[in-house]
Protein backbone atom coordinates (compact mmCIF):
# COMPACT_ATOMS: atom_id res chain seq x y z
CA UNK A 1 0.00 0.00 0.00
CA UNK A 2 1.04 3.64 -0.77
CA UNK A 3 0.24 6.39 1.45
CA UNK A 4 -0.81 9.43 -0.76
CA UNK A 5 -0.70 12.88 0.98
CA UNK A 6 -2.23 15.78 -1.04
CA UNK A 7 -1.18 19.60 -0.67
CA UNK A 8 -3.73 20.24 2.04
CA UNK A 9 -2.65 16.72 3.63
CA UNK A 10 0.61 18.12 3.95
CA UNK A 11 -0.04 21.73 5.43
CA UNK A 12 -2.61 20.10 7.97
CA UNK A 13 0.61 18.69 9.61
CA UNK A 14 3.75 20.31 8.88
CA UNK A 15 5.03 23.25 10.90
CA UNK A 16 7.95 25.29 10.14
CA UNK A 17 9.82 23.95 13.47
CA UNK A 18 9.45 20.70 12.06
CA UNK A 19 10.93 21.65 9.14
CA UNK A 20 13.84 22.96 10.73
CA UNK A 21 14.81 20.02 12.58
CA UNK A 22 14.83 17.95 9.30
CA UNK A 23 16.81 20.13 7.56
CA UNK A 24 19.72 21.21 10.13
CA UNK A 25 19.70 17.29 10.43
CA UNK A 26 20.12 17.25 6.69
CA UNK A 27 22.86 19.38 6.88
CA UNK A 28 24.67 17.67 9.97
CA UNK A 29 24.54 14.81 7.44
CA UNK A 30 25.66 16.59 4.67
CA UNK A 31 29.22 17.52 7.07
CA UNK A 32 29.47 14.30 8.07
CA UNK A 33 29.30 12.41 4.73
CA UNK A 34 26.56 10.09 5.03
CA UNK A 35 23.99 11.51 2.88
CA UNK A 36 23.86 10.51 -0.90
CA UNK A 37 23.01 12.83 -3.69
CA UNK A 38 23.75 13.39 -7.13
CA UNK A 39 23.69 16.26 -9.59
CA UNK A 40 20.72 17.53 -10.41
CA UNK A 41 19.71 17.55 -13.58
CA UNK A 42 17.91 20.50 -15.20
CA UNK A 43 15.24 20.70 -18.52
CA UNK A 44 15.18 24.56 -19.46
CA UNK A 45 12.38 24.65 -21.39
CA UNK A 46 13.05 28.34 -23.60
CA UNK A 47 9.44 28.58 -25.22
CA UNK A 48 7.83 28.52 -21.73
CA UNK A 49 10.85 29.51 -19.60
CA UNK A 50 10.48 27.14 -17.35
CA UNK A 51 12.37 24.28 -15.80
CA UNK A 52 11.88 20.76 -14.79
CA UNK A 53 14.11 19.63 -11.90
CA UNK A 54 14.58 16.15 -10.52
CA UNK A 55 16.30 15.37 -7.03
CA UNK A 56 17.27 12.57 -5.72
CA UNK A 57 18.64 11.32 -2.59
CA UNK A 58 19.22 9.46 0.72
CA UNK A 59 20.12 10.35 3.66
CA UNK A 60 22.08 7.62 6.19
CA UNK A 61 20.41 8.73 9.66
CA UNK A 62 16.74 8.59 9.11
CA UNK A 63 17.02 5.56 6.11
CA UNK A 64 14.98 8.13 3.79
CA UNK A 65 15.20 8.00 0.27
CA UNK A 66 13.09 9.27 -2.34
CA UNK A 67 12.66 11.62 -5.15
CA UNK A 68 11.14 15.16 -6.05
CA UNK A 69 9.96 16.37 -9.28
CA UNK A 70 9.60 19.98 -9.77
CA UNK A 71 8.48 22.42 -12.10
CA UNK A 72 9.53 26.60 -11.95
CA UNK A 73 7.83 28.98 -14.53
CA UNK A 74 8.66 32.41 -13.97
CA UNK A 75 5.77 33.55 -15.50
CA UNK A 76 3.26 31.45 -13.48
CA UNK A 77 2.23 34.52 -10.95
CA UNK A 78 0.48 36.59 -14.22
CA UNK A 79 -1.27 32.98 -14.62
CA UNK A 80 -2.56 33.15 -10.98
CA UNK A 81 -0.52 29.48 -10.70
CA UNK A 82 2.71 29.01 -8.07
CA UNK A 83 6.10 29.43 -9.62
CA UNK A 84 6.90 26.23 -8.26
CA UNK A 85 4.94 23.27 -8.06
CA UNK A 86 6.32 19.50 -7.00
CA UNK A 87 5.65 16.07 -6.27
CA UNK A 88 7.75 13.78 -4.04
CA UNK A 89 8.05 10.08 -3.90
CA UNK A 90 9.34 8.44 -0.53
CA UNK A 91 10.93 4.71 -0.78
CA UNK A 92 11.85 2.09 1.76
CA UNK A 93 15.49 2.13 1.71
CA UNK A 94 16.04 -1.81 2.07
CA UNK A 95 13.53 -2.80 -0.70
CA UNK A 96 13.00 0.03 -2.92
CA UNK A 97 9.20 -0.58 -2.44
CA UNK A 98 7.32 2.86 -2.82
CA UNK A 99 5.98 4.35 0.48
CA UNK A 100 4.25 6.93 -0.60
CA UNK A 101 3.64 10.02 -3.04
CA UNK A 102 2.84 13.46 -1.83
CA UNK A 103 2.51 16.89 -2.93
CA UNK A 104 5.67 18.54 -2.58
CA UNK A 105 5.09 22.38 -3.45
CA UNK A 106 4.49 23.22 0.42
CA UNK A 107 7.15 20.93 1.53
CA UNK A 108 9.20 22.89 -1.17
CA UNK A 109 8.41 26.05 0.38
CA UNK A 110 8.53 25.28 3.65
CA UNK A 111 12.25 23.68 2.71
CA UNK A 112 13.32 26.67 2.00
CA UNK A 113 12.29 28.46 4.53
CA UNK A 114 13.70 25.95 6.80
CA UNK A 115 17.37 26.52 5.02
CA UNK A 116 16.82 30.37 6.03
CA UNK A 117 16.32 29.67 9.11
CA UNK A 118 18.89 27.48 9.59
CA UNK A 119 21.54 30.10 8.03
CA UNK A 120 20.25 32.54 10.34
CA UNK A 121 21.07 30.52 13.41
CA UNK A 122 24.17 30.29 12.77
CA UNK A 123 25.06 33.70 11.09
CA UNK A 124 23.18 36.33 12.12
CA UNK A 125 24.23 38.66 14.21
CA UNK A 126 23.14 39.94 17.84
CA UNK A 127 19.67 41.07 18.50
CA UNK A 128 18.14 41.25 14.83
CA UNK A 129 14.41 42.67 15.06
CA UNK A 130 13.61 43.94 11.56
CA UNK A 131 13.56 41.27 8.86
CA UNK A 132 13.67 43.09 5.22
CA UNK A 133 11.38 40.42 2.28
CA UNK A 134 12.18 41.40 -1.22
CA UNK A 135 9.86 39.23 -3.04
CA UNK A 136 6.44 39.08 -1.52
CA UNK A 137 4.88 35.29 -2.63
CA UNK A 138 4.86 32.02 -0.68
CA UNK A 139 8.92 31.55 -0.16
CA UNK A 140 8.81 35.39 1.17
CA UNK A 141 6.13 34.09 4.00
CA UNK A 142 8.17 30.76 4.98
CA UNK A 143 11.08 32.74 5.20
CA UNK A 144 9.61 35.30 7.92
CA UNK A 145 8.28 31.89 9.82
CA UNK A 146 11.22 30.31 10.04
CA UNK A 147 13.23 33.47 11.08
CA UNK A 148 10.48 33.99 14.14
CA UNK A 149 11.46 30.49 15.18
CA UNK A 150 15.77 31.09 15.31
CA UNK A 151 15.54 35.17 15.98
CA UNK A 152 14.02 37.32 18.36
CA UNK A 153 12.06 39.22 14.85
CA UNK A 154 9.81 42.26 15.92
CA UNK A 155 9.72 43.57 12.08
CA UNK A 156 8.78 43.06 8.77
CA UNK A 157 9.30 45.36 5.75
CA UNK A 158 8.46 44.08 2.30
CA UNK A 159 8.78 45.39 -1.18
CA UNK A 160 7.53 43.93 -4.39
CA UNK A 161 7.00 44.85 -8.03
CA UNK A 162 3.27 43.88 -7.38
CA UNK A 163 2.00 46.31 -4.79
CA UNK A 164 -1.32 44.02 -4.26
CA UNK A 165 0.33 41.33 -3.26
CA UNK A 166 2.85 43.30 -1.08
CA UNK A 167 -0.18 44.69 1.10
CA UNK A 168 -1.21 41.24 1.38
CA UNK A 169 1.41 39.63 2.32
CA UNK A 170 2.07 42.47 4.99
CA UNK A 171 -1.42 41.79 6.14
CA UNK A 172 -0.94 37.93 6.09
CA UNK A 173 2.44 37.72 8.07
CA UNK A 174 1.68 40.07 10.60
CA UNK A 175 -2.06 38.24 11.67
CA UNK A 176 0.19 34.56 11.18
CA UNK A 177 3.36 34.92 12.88
CA UNK A 178 2.72 38.35 15.11
CA UNK A 179 5.12 40.69 13.48
CA UNK A 180 4.14 44.06 12.48
CA UNK A 181 4.85 44.07 8.43
CA UNK A 182 4.93 47.03 6.96
CA UNK A 183 5.08 47.70 3.01
CA UNK A 184 8.34 49.75 1.74
CA UNK A 185 8.44 52.33 -1.36
CA UNK A 186 11.76 50.66 -3.03
CA UNK A 187 14.21 47.67 -2.64
CA UNK A 188 16.82 50.70 -1.07
CA UNK A 189 13.83 51.40 1.93
CA UNK A 190 14.36 47.85 3.13
CA UNK A 191 18.01 47.78 2.98
CA UNK A 192 18.30 50.47 5.24
CA UNK A 193 16.10 49.39 8.24
CA UNK A 194 17.25 45.09 7.49
CA UNK A 195 19.25 43.42 9.66
CA UNK A 196 18.07 40.00 8.21
CA UNK A 197 17.41 40.83 4.11
CA UNK A 198 15.80 38.00 2.22
CA UNK A 199 15.62 38.09 -1.64
CA UNK A 200 13.06 35.74 -2.75
CA UNK A 201 11.93 36.85 -6.27
CA UNK A 202 12.44 34.83 -9.69
CA UNK A 203 14.48 38.07 -11.37
CA UNK A 204 17.44 37.71 -13.35
CA UNK A 205 19.19 40.69 -12.42
CA UNK A 206 20.17 41.98 -8.96
CA UNK A 207 17.34 43.20 -7.00
CA UNK A 208 19.15 45.61 -4.88
CA UNK A 209 22.50 47.74 -4.67
CA UNK A 210 24.91 46.28 -1.70
CA UNK A 211 25.95 50.22 -0.75
CA UNK A 212 22.84 50.54 0.99
CA UNK A 213 23.44 47.69 3.13
CA UNK A 214 23.96 47.97 6.83
CA UNK A 215 26.19 47.24 8.50
CA UNK A 216 26.15 43.50 10.23
CA UNK A 217 23.21 42.57 7.67
CA UNK A 218 22.73 38.65 7.25
CA UNK A 219 21.23 38.37 3.84
CA UNK A 220 19.33 35.43 2.93
CA UNK A 221 19.04 35.32 -0.81
CA UNK A 222 16.83 32.30 -2.37
CA UNK A 223 15.01 32.94 -5.56
CA UNK A 224 17.58 32.04 -8.32
CA UNK A 225 18.91 28.57 -9.15
CA UNK A 226 19.91 29.11 -12.68
CA UNK A 227 21.99 31.74 -14.37
CA UNK A 228 19.69 34.53 -13.08
CA UNK A 229 21.37 36.68 -10.21
CA UNK A 230 19.53 38.72 -7.56
CA UNK A 231 23.04 39.94 -5.51
CA UNK A 232 25.22 42.30 -7.49
CA UNK A 233 28.72 42.37 -6.73
CA UNK A 234 28.89 44.92 -4.20
CA UNK A 235 27.11 42.65 -1.90
CA UNK A 236 30.03 39.51 -2.67
CA UNK A 237 32.06 42.17 -1.99
CA UNK A 238 30.98 43.38 0.90
CA UNK A 239 30.34 39.90 2.41
CA UNK A 240 33.99 38.41 1.51
CA UNK A 241 32.79 35.06 2.23
CA UNK A 242 29.18 33.51 0.43
CA UNK A 243 27.91 30.28 2.70
CA UNK A 244 25.58 27.81 0.85
CA UNK A 245 23.60 24.87 1.05
CA UNK A 246 25.00 22.84 -2.04
CA UNK A 247 28.07 23.62 -4.03
CA UNK A 248 25.68 23.89 -7.28
CA UNK A 249 25.37 27.29 -6.38
CA UNK A 250 29.08 27.86 -7.76
CA UNK A 251 27.17 27.39 -11.53
CA UNK A 252 24.52 30.15 -10.40
CA UNK A 253 24.20 33.56 -11.27
CA UNK A 254 24.68 35.01 -7.95
CA UNK A 255 27.84 33.60 -7.58
CA UNK A 256 28.85 32.98 -11.17
CA UNK A 257 29.60 36.41 -12.04
CA UNK A 258 31.57 37.44 -9.24
CA UNK A 259 33.81 34.07 -9.67
CA UNK A 260 34.40 34.79 -13.16
CA UNK A 261 35.09 38.37 -12.58
CA UNK A 262 37.61 37.57 -9.76
CA UNK A 263 35.53 39.39 -7.18
CA UNK A 264 34.90 36.11 -5.04
CA UNK A 265 37.29 33.32 -5.08
CA UNK A 266 36.03 29.79 -5.18
CA UNK A 267 37.96 29.20 -1.19
CA UNK A 268 35.88 31.68 -0.08
CA UNK A 269 32.65 30.25 -0.74
CA UNK A 270 31.77 27.45 2.16
CA UNK A 271 29.17 24.77 2.66
CA UNK A 272 26.99 25.65 5.74
CA UNK A 273 27.23 22.19 7.07
CA UNK A 274 30.86 23.21 7.65
CA UNK A 275 29.87 26.04 9.77
CA UNK A 276 27.64 24.12 11.60
CA UNK A 277 29.72 21.09 12.24
CA UNK A 278 32.58 23.62 13.42
CA UNK A 279 35.17 23.33 11.04
CA UNK A 280 35.08 26.74 9.46
CA UNK A 281 33.78 29.55 11.03
CA UNK A 282 30.50 31.51 10.36
CA UNK A 283 30.32 35.51 11.41
CA UNK A 284 33.25 36.59 13.28
CA UNK A 285 31.85 39.95 14.63
CA UNK A 286 28.95 41.80 14.71
CA UNK A 287 29.58 44.92 12.02
CA UNK A 288 30.36 41.71 9.36
CA UNK A 289 28.18 41.19 5.99
CA UNK A 290 27.21 37.34 5.54
CA UNK A 291 25.60 35.92 2.26
CA UNK A 292 23.45 32.71 2.35
CA UNK A 293 23.29 31.38 -1.11
CA UNK A 294 20.22 28.65 -1.06
CA UNK A 295 19.56 26.79 -4.10
CA UNK A 296 18.10 23.76 -2.30
CA UNK A 297 18.75 19.74 -3.20
CA UNK A 298 17.43 16.77 -2.42
CA UNK A 299 18.83 15.98 1.34
CA UNK A 300 16.76 18.90 2.23
CA UNK A 301 13.23 17.55 0.40
CA UNK A 302 13.94 14.17 1.41
CA UNK A 303 14.40 15.06 5.01
CA UNK A 304 11.63 16.91 5.50
CA UNK A 305 9.06 14.68 3.03
CA UNK A 306 10.20 11.94 5.42
CA UNK A 307 9.14 13.55 8.70
CA UNK A 308 5.67 14.34 6.70
CA UNK A 309 5.54 10.91 6.63
CA UNK A 310 5.96 10.04 9.95
CA UNK A 311 3.48 13.03 11.35
CA UNK A 312 1.15 11.14 8.69
CA UNK A 313 1.29 7.76 10.35
CA UNK A 314 1.19 8.92 13.59
CA UNK A 315 -1.56 11.18 13.06
CA UNK A 316 -3.83 8.81 10.30
CA UNK A 317 -3.55 11.49 7.78
CA UNK A 318 -3.49 10.68 4.56
CA UNK A 319 -4.78 8.04 2.08
CA UNK A 320 -3.47 4.33 1.51
CA UNK A 321 -4.26 2.74 -1.73
CA UNK A 322 -2.70 0.46 -4.13
CA UNK A 323 -1.09 1.06 -6.93
Not at 261 to 275: D, P
Given at each position: MVLILTETDVQSILDIGDAIEAVEGAFIEIGRGTAIAPARPNLYLPKYDGNLLLNCGYLHASDSVGVKIASSYAGNARLGLPTVTALIALYDARSGALLSLMGGTYITAMKTGASGAVAAKYLVGANPVTAGIIGTGIQGETQVWGLTKVTGLKRVVAYDLDEERKSRFCEKVSKKFGVQALPANSSEAVLRQADILV?????????????????????????????????????????????????????????????????????????????????????????????????????????????????????????????
Open positions: TATTSRNPVFSGKFLKEGTHVNAIGSFTDARELDEETIRMAKTVYVDNEEALAVGDLKVPLDAGSLRKENVVHLAEVIGGRRPGRTHDKQVTVFKSVGGAPYDIAVAAKTFQLAKARRVGKDVEL
